[in-house]
């Protein structure tokens, strides 16, 4: 009788071992992740700021794309609910988190497309009289399985 019991103890745990094992299985996978920036164009540099996108901005994303360090890239118009909040999301969507950690491969790109360090901190001021980084975010995608 002891035996029996001994059995349908370790029976049992084998089966609740493997419904354990089985409710710690994640229903989703881990996606990609997409980098959010919002701006606040200055007045006047709306047209200006997207001649800008339209430019060296999407030759740098194409170029990262081909790079394998970005999936995809938009730029989404908001209307601001109030005088403090953006009118543009600039929206990147990189592979995973670790393609965040890529900075010589990002940094070559971007030297290729904007030039010296020099010229590029040039750039980035010219940019500063056109719009405000208002903030951002990263979001990851929760693929379901």
Do not use: C, H, W
Not at 12 to 41: C, H, N, R, W
Not at 50 to 59: S, T
């Amino acid at each position: 009788m002891q035996i029996i019991k001994l059995l349908l103890v370790a029976l049992a745990m084998s089966g609740f071992v493997a419904t354990a094992g089985a409710q710690d299985a994640k229903p989703y996978k881990e996606g990609a992740v997409t980098q959010l920036t919002y701006i606040k164009t200055k007045p006047g540099k709306f047209n200006d700021y997207m001649k800008f996108l339209a430019g060296d901005y999407k030759k740098l994303m194409e170029a990262n794309i081909k790079g394998g360090l970005v999936v995809r890239y938009g730029i989404y118009t908001t209307q601001p609910r109030n005088p403090n909040e953006a009118n543009l999301i600039l929206a990147v969507t990189r592979p995973n988190f670790a393609t965040l950690d890529k900075v010589d491969e990002m940094d070559a790109i971007s030297a290729k497309i904007g030039g010296s360090s020099e010229a590029r901190a040039k750039a980035a001021a010219e940019r500063a009289t056109m719009r405000d980084i208002l903030g951002g975010e990263l979001i990851q995608e929760m693929v379901l399985k």
